[in-house]
Nanobody, 125 residues
Framework: QVQLVESGGGLVQPGGSLRLSCAASGFTLDYYAIGWFRQAPGKEREGVSCISSSDGSTYYADSVKGRFTISRDNAKNTVYLQMNSLKPEDTAVYYC??????????????????WGQGTQVTVSS
């Protein structure tokens, strides 16, 4: 059984930082893409970032480039999202998701098969 569990969300002030973690079980990340989505009230789900667990290539939505960094530890089956310089518009529920897709891009994140339950990130003063 594939399971993804997010953690690390919370309340942070604008300009602050937060680190999200996603612990995967029931499979190995070696052959999967894995990434983060977010969904804010009144907006559609947005692919934020993804990473290839095979070669470590990373991809980012334009809205977070230069501020967010995705990384993974295949040995621990864990992926991280370091979020810096947070803005109020980053407020959303953040979801970890994974799947076997090719090519690995932001656009192909829509085909991921497995999803976590999400963690709330709120950026507010």
């Amino acid at each position: 059984q594939v399971q993804l569990v997010e953690s690390g969300g919370g309340l942070v002030q604008p300009g602050g930082s937060l680190r999200l973690s996603c612990a995967a079980s029931g499979f190995t990340l070696d052959y999967y893409a894995i990434g983060w989505f977010r969904q804010a009230p009144g907006k559609e789900r947005e692919g934020v970032s993804c990473i290839s667990s095979s070669d470590g290539s990373t991809y980012y939505a334009d809205s977070v480039k230069g501020r967010f960094t995705i990384s993974r530890d295949n040995a621990k089956n864990t992926v991280y999202l370091q979020m810096n310089s947070l803005k109020p518009e980053d407020t959303a529920v953040y979801y970890c998701a994974t799947g076997v897709v090719w090519p690995i891009t932001i656009a192909t994140m829509q085909w991921y098969d497995y999803w976590g339950q999400g963690t709330q990130v709120t950026v507010s003063s």
